[in-house]
């Protein structure tokens, strides 16, 4: 079949995320046949680099042979099994290793299957440990400029208006901060103080998106402000949970962006690259002091009954388990840093354009910020089509061109990646 004949039949039925369908009528809706290492390929035979790992979530590259050998061993053996009253090794082995992998303080996880999820178990737990001791804080704090989810309380603690405006009305009251990535960090942080002062015992958490706040157009960060954001959540008696949805596992250059902060946050949420971009899969580890407020006897009401039909999926956790498999065997971390190095040298050609306002980076996740268009004219969605139709897959935030490559990006990948969109925006 071809990609016009799949299209058809596609946009007779489905409701895209993320989308107003009806630009469709206009723009490619893709539909991919097969993917392998760097490159997704549609019906037709074109091959696009997938420049921004599949919404951030591939770390190795598609269809990789390691990944798929566990999976298929996993298959023939448990694909899945209610997680409450039961258990099986592939879970147990995975939260053994997250746990090494992560601040000691860090000793307890939660299974979900997304991260929307997590954000949300992070956020209820920590709400209902304060209930369990006697306390009410309704309130929760997060960034301006913040993304963490589209469930409801996710959506609440996020300030993306595009995603949030609309559901004000029925959102959970939340406070928000001013955001180290836009204002200077000693005004973010009194900022926040401010907050934590005014609001005291009614906060039970401050939620943050370590270093680079995604969503909220790849707005960057220094470590110095989570460090001392930490000792402030302390002194107020606040939880600080780390949301590492999108930024763990390597994508800011090291395993996880609370380690450039030297802290352990008392909550953190992990998805997206846990299973390198295979299945739905997402945890949220804390601490015993937090486990412990909800062990007890059944009929003391004190128990956390959250639970997802697919907690803990075996397929999941095996796909999760190759992924640091692959982690411990293979160099990943440390190759990456030439290849962080490449895209920063190679990138700041771009500075040069009289259109481009900013090229920030950390890690692996490359942002180039455009100045001089208005967002009604939807500049992204040009630079979109013209990187696609010379076999780059890139998707603009607005004005905002990143790059957030897989890891199995060669350096002559990085290179046509980079002088595409470089040509792109310079024609523009």
């Given at each position: 079949?071809?990609?016009e004949?799949?299209?058809?039949?596609?946009?007779?039925?489905?409701?895209?995320?993320?989308?107003?369908?009806?630009?469709?009528?206009?723009?490619?809706?893709?539909?991919?046949?097969?993917?392998?290492?760097?490159?997704i390929?549609?019906f037709?035979?074109?091959?696009?680099?997938d420049?921004?790992?599949?919404?951030?979530?591939?770390?190795?590259?598609h269809?990789?042979?390691?990944?798929?050998?566990?999976l298929?061993e996993q298959?023939?053996?448990?694909?899945?099994?209610?997680?409450?009253?039961?258990?099986?090794?592939?879970?147990?082995?995975?939260a053994?290793r997250?746990?090494?992998l992560?601040?000691?303080?860090?000793?307890?996880?939660f299974?979900a299957?997304?991260?929307?999820?997590?954000?949300?178990?992070?956020?209820?737990?920590?709400f209902?440990?304060?209930?369990?001791?006697?306390?009410?804080?309704?309130?929760?704090?997060?960034?301006q400029?913040?993304?963490?989810?589209?469930t409801?309380?996710?959506?609440?603690v996020?300030?993306t208006?595009?995603?949030?405006?609309?559901?004000?009305?029925?959102l959970?009251?939340?406070?928000?901060?001013?955001?180290?990535?836009?204002?200077?960090?000693e005004?973010a942080?009194?900022?926040?103080e401010?907050?934590?002062?005014?609001?005291?015992?009614?906060?039970?958490?401050?939620?943050?998106?370590?270093l680079?706040?995604?969503?909220?157009?790849?707005?960057?960060y220094?470590?110095?402000?989570?460090t001392?954001?930490?000792?402030?959540?302390?002194?107020?008696?606040?939880?600080?949970?780390?949301d590492e949805i999108?930024?763990?596992?390597?994508?800011t250059?090291?395993?996880?962006?609370?380690?450039?902060a030297?802290?352990?946050?008392?909550?953190?949420?992990?998805?997206k690259?846990?299973?390198?971009?295979?299945?739905?899969?997402?945890?949220?580890?804390?601490?015993?002091?937090?486990?412990a407020?909800?062990?007890?006897?059944?009929?003391?009401?004190?128990?956390?009954?959250?639970?997802?039909?697919?907690?803990?999926?075996?397929?999941?956790?095996?796909?999760?388990n190759?992924?640091?498999?692959?982690?411990?065997?293979?160099?990943?971390?440390?190759s990456?840093?030439?290849k962080?190095?490449?895209?920063?040298?190679?990138?700041?050609?771009?500075?040069?354009?009289?259109?481009?306002?900013?090229?920030?980076?950390?890690?692996?996740?490359c942002?180039?910020?455009?100045q001089?268009?208005?967002?009604?004219q939807?500049i992204?969605?040009?630079?979109?089509?013209?990187?696609?139709?010379?076999?780059?897959?890139?998707?603009p935030?607005?004005?905002?061109?990143?790059f957030?490559?897989?890891?199995?990006?060669?350096v002559?990948?990085?290179?046509?990646?980079i002088?595409?969109?470089?040509?792109?925006?310079?024609?523009?």
């Amino acid at each position: 079949m071809s990609n016009e004949e799949l299209m058809a039949q596609d946009l007779a039925m489905i409701f895209h995320p993320c989308s107003q369908m009806k630009d469709y009528e206009k723009l490619p809706l893709i539909p991919i046949k097969s993917a392998k290492g760097s490159y997704i390929e549609d019906f037709d035979g074109n091959r696009y680099l997938d420049s921004i790992s599949s919404w951030w979530v591939n770390l190795f590259g598609h269809c990789h042979p390691y990944i798929n050998q566990r999976l298929q061993e996993q298959m023939g053996e448990l694909e899945h099994v209610i997680f409450a009253g039961f258990s099986h090794k592939p879970a147990i082995d995975l939260a053994r290793r997250l746990i090494a992998l992560t601040p000691k303080p860090l000793q307890k996880l939660f299974f979900a299957d997304n991260g929307s999820s997590a954000v949300e178990i992070s956020l209820k737990m920590a709400f209902h440990y304060f209930k369990n001791k006697g306390e009410i804080r309704p309130f929760f704090v997060s960034l301006q400029n913040s993304y963490h989810g589209e469930t409801m309380g996710a959506l609440a603690v996020s300030d993306t208006g595009l995603y949030k405006d609309v559901y004000s009305d029925i959102l959970i009251q939340t406070l928000q901060a001013l955001s180290p990535a836009l204002v200077d960090e000693e005004v973010a942080l009194e900022d926040m103080e401010r907050l934590l002062q005014t609001h005291q015992n009614q906060i039970s958490s401050v939620i943050i998106e370590p270093l680079v706040q995604c969503a909220g157009s790849m707005k960057m960060y220094n470590a110095s402000y989570i460090t001392k954001l930490r000792e402030m959540c302390d002194r107020y008696g606040v939880f600080l949970i780390a949301d590492e949805i999108a930024v763990g596992f390597g994508r800011t250059g090291s395993m996880f962006a609370i380690e450039q902060a030297g802290i352990s946050p008392d909550f953190l949420c992990l998805s997206k690259g846990i299973t390198g971009g295979y299945m739905p899969l997402s945890v949220v580890l804390l601490t015993d002091e937090i486990y412990a407020a909800f062990y007890c006897d059944y009929n003391e009401g004190k128990s956390f009954l959250d639970s997802h039909s697919y907690t803990g999926n075996a397929l999941a956790c095996s796909v999760a388990n190759a992924v640091l498999d692959i982690f411990e065997n293979e160099p990943i971390l440390q190759s990456n840093q030439y290849k962080i190095q490449h895209i920063h040298n190679q990138t700041q050609k771009f500075t040069s354009l009289a259109n481009v306002k900013e090229v920030r980076q950390r890690g692996m996740i490359c942002a180039i910020e455009l100045q001089g268009y208005a967002p009604s004219q939807r500049i992204g969605l040009e630079i979109f089509q013209k990187a696609l139709a010379q076999g780059v897959y890139i998707r603009p935030l607005g004005s905002v061109v990143y790059f957030m490559p897989p890891y199995c990006f060669s350096v002559e990948e990085l290179d046509t990646m980079i002088d595409v969109t470089y040509s792109v925006v310079k024609n523009l």
